[in-house]
């Protein structure tokens, strides 16, 4: 067990594009859950999967915001069109139950310029 | 969820204790203490949660009073890697029906400086 992997660590992009993250959760974790988290401030919730169903989604996640999670094994978090103030790190964690230790992953930070 | 407070920063002496407090008074009889912490530009690092008893774990020991209205979160020799933002998180029950799922809301935390 790695623990919660994610790539890439740091990606920098234009305004205007389009960017991928991907989550390898603990393996037998089947509670996956995505927050974003800006300079100085805790992170915030953006959505929740357990094994491949989206059950719950923050107001955060506008519509250029998608995550997917085919298999129920790892998870993607796509945003289009990006925009400076989606700058932030993005992160990923997994549970085994929803009472149990939820392990985040290293995070990738994203800079729009 | 329930809310919690924190306060905003603490100091503490390498080689002491640290006690961490925090408010949750609001908190219903299903929902669990975690505490995190978060050192700069990593991810959050799990230390410990419960639900009503106390808690030790190789990290940390988590005091929970009876009425489970404020808890303390003790790392008992304080050294300066223990520097970090911690974290006090009420993690909300699902829900029967309803739409919450067990997520961990963070706030503000303290940020503890640990010092020689």
């Known amino acids: 067990d790695t623990g919660v992997s994610q790539d890439p660590r740091h990606k920098i992009t234009k305004r205007g594009q389009n960017v991928t993250f991907r989550c390898d959760p603990i393996s037998e974790h089947n509670r996956l859950y995505w927050y974003r988290q800006t300079l100085g401030q805790g992170p915030e919730f953006l959505t929740y999967f357990q094994n491949e169903a989206q059950l719950e989604k923050s107001r955060l996640l506008s519509d250029r915001f998608s995550a997917e999670r085919p298999k129920g094994s790892f998870s993607t978090l796509e945003i289009q069109r990006t925009e400076q103030g989606d700058s932030a790190m993005y992160l990923c964690?997994?549970?085994?139950?929803?009472?149990?230790?939820?392990?985040f992953g290293q995070g990738t930070r994203l800079t729009v310029v | 969820d329930a809310k919690t407070t924190q306060p905003p920063s603490m100091d503490c002496a390498e080689g002491r204790a640290a006690n961490l407090p925090c408010n949750h008074s609001?908190?219903?009889?299903?929902?669990?203490v975690y505490w995190y912490r978060q050192i700069h530009s990593q991810g959050p690092q799990y230390i410990i949660h419960?639900?009503?008893n106390n808690e030790t774990n190789e990290m940390a020991s988590l005091i929970i009073t009876e009425d489970r209205k404020s808890s303390t979160l003790i790392l008992p020799h304080a050294t300066l890697r223990d520097t970090a933002v911690y974290y006090c998180?009420?993690?909300?029950?699902?829900?029967?029906?309803?739409?919450?799922?067990?997520?961990?809301?963070f706030g503000q935390g303290t940020i503890l400086t640990v010092h020689p």
């Open positions: 964690a997994s549970s085994f139950r929803w009472n149990t230790e939820a392990f």
């Open positions: 419960g639900l009503k």
């Open positions: 998180i009420v993690r909300a029950a699902p829900e029967a029906g309803g739409t919450s799922y067990g997520k961990l809301t």
């Open positions: 609001t908190i219903s009889g299903n929902e669990y």
